[in-house]
T-cell receptor, first 115, second 109 residues
Framework: NAGVTQTPKFQVLKTGQSMTLQCAQD?????MSWYRQDPGMGLRLIHY???????DQGEVPNGYNVSRSTTEDFPLRLLSAAPSQTSVYFC??????????????FGPGTRLTVL | RKEVEQDPGPFNVPEGATVAFNCTYS??????FFWYRQDCRKEPKLLMS???SGNEDGRFTAQLNRASQYISLLIRDSKLSDSATYLC??????????FGKGTRLHILP
């Protein structure tokens, strides 16, 4: 059971480049989300999804796109990378029982640097 | 008022001491509460859920105070390995999961 996997683990981009951060889970979780974490700051929600075909914005969605075509995958796309997007990105998933939220399982993170 | 607030610390505590920290939340309709632990440069991991009646897991005790809208985490007989950042998690509106910014704990030998 792999849990939540993220690729790549490290990435360096130049300003203006685009890329996709991959996230996959094998636990059949309905809820998936992307966070960014900056030094000295907490986790900030970028986008989330409560099921295939459904996505919504979090606290800091600008500059990022997501899609959820399958239950397993939730890729995060950076449209035109900016230095302000240098951060550690975490993907997480959980069950969604139609009420209280269940335990979040996190991937190991992607450390992104934008030059 | 922010949705979830925590004292960022750091709390510097000698080994063997008891330490407690709180987390306040703004949504009175919240039903799910958790404490997560995050080690430096690692992903957050669940420490324990917080139940209405309070719950204990070894040296860790979690409490919920709905009237004042806060949860607490108590660590007894602290160990060096308890040094980490502790994140409070609450469910917000529209199924969002809200993380606090975390409280840093340093256990001193």
């Amino acid at each position: 059971n792999a849990g939540v996997t993220q690729t790549p683990k490290f990435q360096v981009l130049k300003t203006g480049q685009s890329m996709t951060l991959q996230c996959a889970q094998d636990m059949n979780h309905e809820y998936m989300s992307w966070y960014r974490q900056d030094p000295g700051m907490g986790l900030r929600l970028i986008h989330y999804s409560v099921g295939a075909g459904i996505t919504d914005q979090g606290e800091v969605p600008n500059g990022y796109n997501v899609s959820r075509s399958t239950t397993e995958d939730f890729p995060l796309r950076l449209l035109s990378a900016a230095p302000s997007q240098t951060s550690v990105y975490f993907c997480a998933s959980s069950r969604l029982a139609g009420g209280p939220i269940d335990t979040q399982y996190f991937g190991p993170g992607t450390r992104l640097t934008v030059l | 008022r922010k949705e979830v607030e925590q004292d960022p610390g750091p709390f510097n505590v000698p080994e063997g001491a008891t330490v407690a920290f709180n987390c306040t939340y703004s949504n009175s309709a919240s039903q799910s509460f958790f404490w997560y632990r995050q080690d430096c440069r690692k992903e957050p991991k669940l420490l324990m859920s917080v139940y209405s009646s309070g719950n204990e897991d070894g040296r860790f005790t979690a409490q919920l105070n709905r009237a004042s809208q806060y949860i607490s985490l108590l660590i007894r007989d602290s160990k060096l390995s308890d040094s980490a950042t502790y994140l409070c998690v609450v469910n917000g509106r529209d199924d969002k999961i809200i993380f606090g910014k975390g409280t840093r704990l340093h256990i001193l030998p």
